[in-house]
Structures are given as structure tokens and as C-alpha cells.
């Protein structure tokens, strides 16, 4: 074969060969991106060996000079292309570096200070998740086994992402296919639907859709979820996908784009999100100020963390990170989620270094936008928080979940849920963030809390008028009972007014007493809804 027809096939035996590892492997045609050089060197390598064996009935009898100087010959643009990636490599590496860059990892993470009693809102009981990721993966998981057709051929993803949906704390998970040969007899139709596991009720059911979700990570070939999108976008580079709702229950994948901010491998912040149709597949770029309102997760808690602790370690150059350390902080170990104004917001603490179990301010970002606020805010980290509560309930060996913060009585809170061996929740603990030896445990949130703001008034940190919560006078118009788990709650509506209070007969002995027609002070939380959960009556005139 003359030297021109070997190279053209040469090239394009690379190139085909080259597709193929680009098909499995999936790196991105981007200098930012590490595997694109470990890509570029192999297809150099191919098609060196290509050459030599194309050209090796030529070299049967050459002398060694020959074969060497052909070897030369067919390395010698393949090298000097290598070489050159070589030297971006490192100098991108150089240039990409902490030491000699700290400022500028710095500079990557911008927040605001405010006041948290202002900022953060009491929220009503019905707004508050009541479960961590493993309680809500097993109830999610058990919902699916009570669905004989869909158990035997489909599993759940491991991964629930915790969204707000139609203004509810919800964990979804799309369902997955069990095995290959569940696969091969399924794919035609696609993935039935997804897992949904509300938050406050600890309901879950299994949302099934008119037509299967075709896109997945579960997936093969062009319809596997990161496929798809490598095909489509073949230079982005990509964070994990997420699976969430849109407003009308429309399973999407957000993707979130990430770029390198600082030289070419370091400083990793996303620059937009594509979202993905599970259903059909149709795709659509958004930076990220132009990302719909209902997508709830963009920046990562993980991103979010080391973009802060860069900011925390760098501020002061590269040598105070670890030499003199001042005003050097960071996150603790450790985040969880609240929902504030429809949005998803990821709060930590954040610890000086060094310092043990203690905060020196709370860190509140939108996940969405990654608008970050700080709170100064002296006292226990999670951990000791967490401890605090497990000392409550010693005696029954109940273990912690990760808090959540709340504002109660305009205190940062820790809630903290108390589960036994089998990962049920037993009871619910109130740990002042301050001043961490103010803990209270109770059997219910709203019990909690009642007992929460009479810790708060023996340690005078808030008000009588503030420990009783908000209170409403009138006359009882309605009263309805129902038993739940052995409890009576009272349904009251005062007269002129179509809310509902609620409260039962272990909170408030007094209320089995109450009359239509008598005139009461009703004592709650705070209404917002339909359904105000209160915890005490007084009855001023009795009918």
C-alpha cells in the first residue's frame, strides 16, 4: 500500500477507534478537563501503532536504521502534539495552584452578613421535614415492595435528592432498572415512574407516569442519561445530575455545568444547568441566572462547602492557611437543608480552625442561585448539638440525626429527630445553638417546642409573652374530635374566622371542658394555613 493510502486509513482507523473510546469513556473535548489529555495520548498512540503495523510488510527486510528512522518518521507530529499538551498540562497545573493563586480560590465565594431572627422566619410545624435521607430512603423503598408488577423488574436509585415541591419538603428518586435482563424486557416502555416521600407527612408513594422515562444513568447506550448529554454537548464538562420535578410533576435531570475559574484545573463553580426531559429527552442550556424557578438543586452542598472553605483558608494568602492561621475558618463536618421563600437553602456551620465542637457563625446559601448569607452566631456545632440531645435520652440509647436549624422565639434551634435501632423516630429534641445545655426531648414537635420556649423564659432569654407564642381571643363556634394513634385532637374554629385550631387532650387536659359558645384564649405557633397547631386553651367564659 503507497504511503498516502496507508495514512488516510491510518486516520481513519484512529478516528473510528477513537470514537469508540469516546463512546464508554465520555471525556469532554475540553483543555479544563483532565481525561481529555489521557484521551489525546492514547489516540496518539493508536495511531502510531497503526502506522507501524499498516507500513510493516514494507520493513520486513529493513535494516534497523530503517525501522527506527520510520518509527521517527511516524511519531514525530503525533509526539511534538504530545509534548505540547505536556506543557500545557503542567503549566495549567502550575498556574491552577493554591500558592500561587490563593486570592483568586479566594475571590470565587461571595456572601453577605445579616441578622438570622430577622432573615429566617418561624415556620409552622406542617413545613417541617420530619425525616433524614435514611428514614426517608426506607420508606420509599418499602412503598416499592408493596407494588408487586413494579418490585420484580425495578428497583430505586440509591440517591434521593431532597426538593421542594408544590411548596412541600419532598425526597424524590426515579426507579431503576433491577438487572440487564430487566432492562432488555422493559426498555420499550421505559422507567414506570419515581418514589416521592413527603417530608412532613412521611408519606410515600410511587408516582406513576403515562409514558416511562427513557432517560436515565440506569440506561444503555444513546439513552443512557451522560450519553446523551456527552453527544449533545461534547466540550461541557458536568457534576453529578440530579433528578427533580418541574411544577406540573414532569420528571427533569439537572445537570449542572461546571467550569474552572482559576488557570485551568482549579477553582471548579458552575457556570449553568442543562435540564434534561426524562421522559423524552429534549434538552436545554441555562446560565445561571436565567435558571427556572422550580429547580431547586444547582450548586451542590460539597461545592458549596469547599468553595467556602477555600474563602476561609485563602483570604489571607496562601502561607496564613497554615502559618499563623489568622482569621483562617471553615465549614464542620457536616449540612443539611431548609426551605425558605419556595427555595432550597443548604446551611453548615463554620468552626475557626482548631477550635473543638463549637461555631462561630452559621453559612445559609440558596442552592439555586448561591446567594450566601452568614450569621454570627456563637455556640455548639452540629455534632454537639447532636450529643446534647443523645444525652437526653440516654437511658434509651436513641442516636441523632443531623439537625436542622429553625428559628424559634428568634433563637437559632437545632431539631433534632431521636431514632431507635430500627431507624424509626421516636422522639424530637430542641437544642439551643448558644447555649447548647438548653435541650429539651418530647415524644412530639409541638410538645418540643412548648417546652423548648419554657426553657428559653427559666434562662431568661426570651419573654413571658414570647414563651406562650402567639394567641388569638373568641368565641367557639365548631368543635370536632378525632382519634389518631390512640390520641384525641380537638378541631376548633372560633367564631367569624374558617381556620381550624388544633390540639389534643395530652397537651391541654382542659380541653375536653370546652363548649361551643365558650369564649377562650387559644395559644399557637403562629397560622400560617388552614390548620393552626396550638398548645393551650383558657377558657375565660364558659357557656
Sequence with gaps: MKRGKRTILTILLTLLVGLGYFYFALPAINLHDPSFYGFFFIMAAVYCGLSLFLGGAGLKDAKPQQIVKEVKRVAFIPAIACLALVVVFLVGSLISSPILRARSYAAIFTMQHSNFAEDVREI???????????????????????????????????????????????????????????????????????????????????????????????????????????FRYPTFMFDTPVFELADDA??????????????????EDIQGVVLVN??????????????PLWVDRVFSATLITQQYDWLGAYSNGWINSFLGQRDVTRTTEGFNYIVIDDDVYMYTG???????????????????TREATFYSVAGADEKAGMASAEGLVQDLRYTATFPLLLNIADQPTYFIALKDAMDIVRQYAMVNVEQ???AVNAPT???????????????????HEVAIGAYETGWVEEIRTVVIEGDTHFYIRLRGVEIFYVITAAQDPYVVLLNEGDRVEIYHGGVYGDLVLAHRIVILVSR
Excluded: C
Design 124 to 230: 409552622s410545624f406542617d413545613q417541617i421535614p420530619m425525616l433524614d435521607a435514611v428514614s426517608a430512603a426506607r420508606l420509599g423503598n418499602r412503598t416499592l415492595g408493596e407494588l408487586a408488577d413494579v418490585v420484580s423488574q425495578f428497583e430505586v436509585a440509591e440517591h434521593y435528592s431532597q426538593i421542594n415541591f408544590q411548596g412541600r419538603p419532598v425526597r424524590v428518586a426515579p426507579l431503576v432498572y433491577g438487572d440487564l435482563i430487566k432492562w432488555f424486557n422493559n426498555t420499550g416502555d421505559g422507567l414506570p415512574g419515581y418514589v416521592i416521600v413527603d417530608m412532613v407527612t412521611q408519606q410515600a408513594e410511587v408516582v406513576r407516569l403515562e409514558e416511562g422515562m427513557r432517560y436515565s444513568p440506569s440506561e444503555f447506550f444513546f439513552r443512557n442519561l451522560n450519553r446523551h448529554l456527552r
Design 278 to 291: 426524562a421522559v423524552t429527552g429534549a434538552s436545554r442550556y441555562y446560565d445561571v441566572e436565567d435558571i
Design 436 to 438: 447548647s445545655q438548653i
Design 250 to 267: 414532569t420528571p427533569y435531570w439537572v445537570v449542572p455545568r461546571i467550569v474552572r475559574r482559576v488557570g485551568l484545573f482549579g477553582g
Design 445 to 463: 414537635v409541638e410538645e418540643a417546642e412548648r417546652l423548648y420556649r419554657e426553657a428559653l423564659l427559666r434562662h431568661n432569654i426570651i419573654t
Design 350 to 368: 463554620i468552626t475557626s480552625v482548631g477550635t473543638d465542637a463549637s461555631i462561630v457563625g452559621i453559612l445559609l446559601v440558596n442552592q439555586r
